[in-house]
């Protein structure tokens, strides 16, 4: 039988709406809430900071003559997708200013206001996209110029220094200062898994998924311009990746698939004996415990060129999860080509076992097997 939902009539009407709104209106991906917010008073903070530094600079105290209406685009930009290759600082000085030289250039030499402005914003596209500096309020500085007069004055290309210009430049500086204060990376610089070795070698988890070239004819095939630079696609395959193996293996935690007779080493044990114990076993890690069996680092080969007399001088902190952990949470610190193990622990951090790169591979593999057999 059906479970039925008894609905207040006060209820309702809140769920049909919102259930209409989200048919109609996607939400957008990426940032919730939180971040929008923080989107908000990033452009109050840098649109005021903006016109109060051009008032001190030209020595008056009127700040709102001195900002022209595209650094509000610019701002949204700036402070909403500052990630997207048309918010970064080259693209909004370099889009404005060149947008704005180009509006007066037209507007000096077209009479007719309405076929300035047509040419004046299909020329300032064309000049920013040869100069890698494509900025949408771009358009709209350049509509400025032809029509707000700039071309009339006595030095009509000063418009393109100030205000758009100092504008420009002062927003970008309000963005910095602001993103490095909440938190976020700007100029935004795409995160890509990087080769734990220092080789030309592109890292474990980026060799057998999407490369370079196929996002390369992926874009051209598309046809359209996606405001996302390639590296930033490349980035999201690879969590993509990353989650679609996650759920193959979520019904797994590490206590499933850990290995647990462990050989360990003792804090105060020589360092001969670290390196005995990793030869003769053919250990790529060995766990160091100290008297109370608590887990207090682990002894890889590299480590045995470091001086130091005893075991815990010579050791290196320990990737480690909790028994009851997901197997999954494992996927990306082993994937990562910087770590060949994870140690295992309790609560109390003592060692229960280590999962390996060949444990994990292997649950990947049983799991597929499982999965295919359905």
């Given amino acids: 039988m059906d479970k039925v939902t008894d609905l207040s009539s006060e209820t309702a009407p809140r769920l049909v709406w919102s259930r209409y709104y989200s048919t109609y209106v996607a939400a957008p991906p990426g940032p919730g809430a939180r971040e929008r917010l923080v989107a908000v008073a990033g452009a109050i903070i840098g649109i005021v900071t903006t016109g109060l530094l ?10 709102h003559p001195l900002l022209v209406a595209p650094m509000g685009a610019s701002a949204v930009l700036l402070f909403a997708v500052p990630a997207s290759p048309l918010a970064q600082p080259g693209s909004i000085l370099g889009g404005n200013v060149l947008s704005a030289l180009v509006g007066i250039a037209v507007a000096l030499a077209v009479p007719n206001a309405t076929v300035a402005a047509g040419l004046g914003v299909g020329l300032a596209i064309a000049v920013m996209s040869l100069a890698r500096c494509l900025h949408p309020p771009g358009g709209a500085v350049a509509l400025s110029a032809v029509l707000g007069g700039a071309a009339g004055s006595a030095h009509p290309f000063m418009f393109a220094l100030y205000p758009v210009g100092l504008n420009s430049l002062l927003l970008i500086l309000a963005g910095l200062a602001f993103h490095r204060m909440s938190g976020h990376t700007y100029p935004h610089r ?50 993509a990746g990353l989650s679609a193996a996650e759920r193959q293996v979520e019904q797994l935690s590490c206590n499933d698939i850990m290995s647990r007779d462990v050989i360990t080493i003792a804090a105060t044990a020589p360092v001969e004996e670290a390196h005995r114990l990793l ?18 680092g682990v002894i890889t080969w590299p480590d045995l060129d470091k001086q130091g007399a005893f075991a815990s001088e010579i050791m ?16 990306a610190p ?19 076992g280590i999962v390996t790169q060949t444990d994990i591979i292997a649950s990947l593999i049983t799991k597929a097997v499982t999965l ?3």
């Fill in 372 to 374: 295919n057999t359905k």
């Fill in 190 to 239: 795409a995160k890509l898994t990087e080769s734990a070795h220092g080789t030309q070698d592109s890292a474990p988890l980026s060799r057998s998924g999407v490369r370079p070239s196929d996002v390369d004819a992926a874009l051209e095939s598309f046809g359209d311009t996606l405001d996302i630079n390639r590296d930033d696609l490349l980035q999201l395959f690879e969590l």
């Fill in 316 to 331: 290196a902190p320990a990737d480690t999860a909790h028994v009851s952990a997901p197997a999954a949470a494992l996927l």
């Fill in 279 to 296: 030869r003769a076993r053919h250990l790529r890690a060995l766990p160091v415990e100290n008297v109370s069996g608590q887990l207090v």
């Fill in 54 to 63: 051009c008032g001190v600079l030209a020595g008056t105290g009127a700040a």
């Fill in 334 to 352: 082993l994937a990562n080509g910087h770590g060949h193990e994870v140690m295992i622990v309790d609560d109390n951090m003592h060692l229960q």
